[in-house]
């Protein structure tokens, strides 16, 4: 399973980005999907996340600013960001848990996009 990100770059403080996270190979479901980011010298932390049904739910500093939403058919998630702060600089991972036909969840991460939000 592979899971290829893409939508990253620089913007400046109160514009938008979309990031988009498309998932492939041996595929059954895909339990959740979500992102993550990591700031320099700091740890990975949850932005938001969403599952099958569509439930989310997103870390307050996201709250009201970034939107999660996924496309089921295409195994594919989307992070609308908007109102982006400086704060909001690291990179960006996109995580899935996939099942397989043999019913073994197995958690993926993309090899992360870089957003950059200036002053």
């Known amino acids: 399973v592979q899971l290829v990100e893409s939508g990253g770059g620089l913007v400046q403080a109160g514009g938008s980005l979309r990031l988009s996270c498309a998932a492939s190979g041996s595929i059954f479901s895909i339990n959740v999907m979500g992102w993550y980011r990591q700031a320099p010298g700091k740890q990975r932390e949850l932005v938001a996340l969403?599952?099958?049904?569509?439930?989310?739910n997103y870390a307050d500093s996201v709250k009201g600013r970034f939107t999660i939403s996924r496309d089921n058919a295409k195994n594919t998630v989307y992070l609308q960001m908007n109102s982006l702060k400086p704060e909001d600089t690291a990179v960006y991972y996109c995580n899935a848990i996939v099942q397989t036909k043999m019913l073994i969840a197995t958690s993926y991460w993309g090899q992360g996009t870089q957003v950059t939000v200036s002053s």
């Open positions: 969403i599952n099958t049904g569509g439930s989310t």
